[in-house]
Structure formats: C-alpha cells, structure tokens
C-alpha cells in the first residue's frame, strides 16, 4: 500500500516561488510515471507535471517554464520547483502516479495573494 505525504505550500506573492515535495511511502523505483496535480476553488483536479520512472517530463501549457519536477527515487521524493507564480497558480497540490491509481492524500495548499 502506497501513501503520499504531500508538503511545503504556503502563501505567496505573485512572483514568487515555491518548492512542493511528494514523500512516497512505498518503494518509489518500481512506480511508472509519477505526477503533480492541483484543484483549484470550484474547479475540477487538473494535471500539472509528470515525471517517468527514468526522468522523463512532462508539462502542462500553463506551467510549462516555470515548473520544474524531479524524482529521487532513493529518497521516494517527487519535487514540483515552481517559479514566477501567479495567481491562477492558487490551488491545493496533489502527487500521484499518472493514473491516479494510488489513493489521494491531503494535498498541500499553495495561495497566490498580493
């Protein structure tokens, strides 16, 4: 049974930028392609990045240079860079594989506010 922890939102300026972490309880090396989710208020839980098992990534059109994803898979740890944030960016942020296979953890909110 996998579970996922994730951590590091916060409030922020627009501009600015965070780091999101995705702690994988279970042995991340054997899971395929990983993702970063986010919903936003009233909004259905859009794909935001994804990440293969050998370090391949993908990118939503909305994020794409300004969101960088890694995975350590010694560390069974997904990491969402996220730069020069917006207020669209405003969401709670969700990690799981690209299927949504595993069962959904809390998320962790990031808020854009001037």
């Known amino acids: 049974q996998v579970q996922l922890v994730e951590s590091g939102g916060d409030l922020v300026e627009p501009g600015g930028s965070l780091r999101l972490y995705c702690r994988v309880f279970g042995t991340l090396s054997r899971i395929g392609t990983m993702a970063w989710f986010r919903q936003a208020p009233g909004k259905q839980r859009e794909l935001v990045s994804s990440?293969?098992?050998?370090?391949?990534?993908g990118y939503a059109e909305a994020v794409k240079g300004r969101f960088t994803i890694s995975r350590d898979n010694d560390k069974n740890t997904i990491s969402l860079q996220m730069n020069r944030l917006n207020f669209e960016d405003t969401a709670v942020y969700y990690c799981?594989?690209?299927?949504?296979?595993?069962?959904w953890g809390q998320g962790t909110q990031v808020t854009v506010s001037s």
């Open positions: 990440i293969t098992r050998d370090g391949r990534e």
């Open positions: 799981n594989d690209l299927n949504g296979h595993f069962e």
